[in-house]
T-cell receptor, first 113, second 110 residues
Framework: DAGITQSPRHKVTETGTPVTLRCHQT?????MYWYRQDPGHGLRLIHY???????DKGEVSDGYSVSRSKTEDFLLTLESATSSQTSVYFC????????????FGPGTRLTVL | GQQLNQSPQSMFIQEGEDVSMNCTSS?????WLWYKQDPGEGPVLLIA?????ELTSNGRLTAQFGITRKDSFLNISASIPSDVGIYFC??????????FGTGTSLTVIP
C-alpha cells in the first residue's frame, strides 16, 4: 500500500468555523489531490498540486483552499465550513516514474452541523 | 467535469459466479485504472492498464483496455464473499488528472 495518511479521520464541526484537513505521504510522489465523495456524485476533484507551492483548482473548488509547503504534506482548508461541505474527503497521490497510477488515503469523514 | 459511464450500477450474484462490469467514455484515455472500495475506507487500486487492447490479470481479476481507448472492462471470476464492495473505474486523459466512474456496487450471496 502507498504510504498515505490523513488526519483527522473523523471531525464534527459547526457552520462558520475554519477546518483544516491534512494529507501526508511517504512515497515522494509529485502530484497530490483532494477529492470529496458524496452519494450520487462519486469522486469529485477539489484541488490538486503538481509540486511544492504549485496548486490548481478542480471542478468543486469553491469554499476550499489548499497549501503545499513540503513534498509530503498537502493541506485542505475550509475557511468557513458550511453544511454542504459535509462529505468524505480523500487525498490521493500520483507521479511515480512513468506509471500513471493514483493511490488514495483512508479518508476523512467531515460533518458540518 | 467529465464523468465516465459505468455499468451496471449494482449487481447481486451467487458466490462462485463470474462478474463483468464496464466503463465507457466519450473521450480517449491514455490510462485506465480499476479500484475497489470497502465501506469506510479509501479506494484501493486493483489493476492499471496503459495500452489499447491490453489485457491484465491480478489473481481472479482481469481487466482490458478497449481498442478504441474509450472503454474498459473488469471481470471477476469465481466470486467470493470478500469481493463485496464498490468497484470504480478511472481514466487518465492528459497531465495527471483522473476522471472517475460512478461505481458498481457488488453483493455476493453465499
Amino acid at each position: 500500500d502507498a504510504g498515505i495518511t490523513q488526519s483527522p479521520r473523523h471531525k464534527v464541526t459547526e457552520t462558520g468555523t475554519p477546518v483544516t484537513l491534512r494529507c501526508h505521504q511517504t512515497e515522494n510522489h509529485r502530484y497530490m489531490y483532494w477529492y470529496r465523495q458524496d452519494p450520487g456524485h462519486g469522486l469529485r476533484l477539489i484541488h490538486y498540486s503538481y509540486g511544492v507551492k504549485d496548486t490548481d483548482k478542480g471542478e468543486v473548488s469553491d469554499g476550499y483552499s489548499v497549501s503545499r509547503s513540503k513534498t509530503e504534506d498537502f493541506l485542505l482548508t475550509l475557511e468557513s465550513a458550511t453544511s454542504s461541505q459535509t462529505s468524505v474527503y480523500f487525498c490521493a497521490i500520483s507521479g511515480r516514474a512513468d506509471y500513471n497510477e493514483q493511490f488514495f488515503g483512508p479518508g476523512t469523514r467531515l460533518t458540518v452541523l | 467535469g467529465q464523468q465516465l459511464n459505468q455499468s451496471p450500477q449494482s449487481m447481486f450474484i451467487q458466490e462462485g459466479e463470474d462478474v463483468s462490469m464496464n466503463c465507457t467514455s466519450s473521450s480517449i484515455f491514455n490510462t485506465w485504472l480499476w479500484y475497489k472500495q470497502d465501506p469506510g475506507e479509501g479506494p484501493v487500486l486493483l489493476i492499471a492498464l496503459y495500452k489499447a487492447g491490453e489485457l491484465t490479470s491480478n489473481g481472479r481479476l482481469t481487466a482490458q483496455f478497449g481498442i478504441t481507448r474509450k472503454d474498459s472492462f473488469l471481470n471477476i471470476s469465481a466470486s467470493i464473499p470478500s469481493d463485496v464492495g464498490i468497484y470504480f473505474c478511472a481514466g487518465q486523459l492528459n497531465g495527471n488528472q483522473f476522471y472517475f466512474g460512478t461505481g458498481t456496487s457488488l453483493t455476493v450471496i453465499p
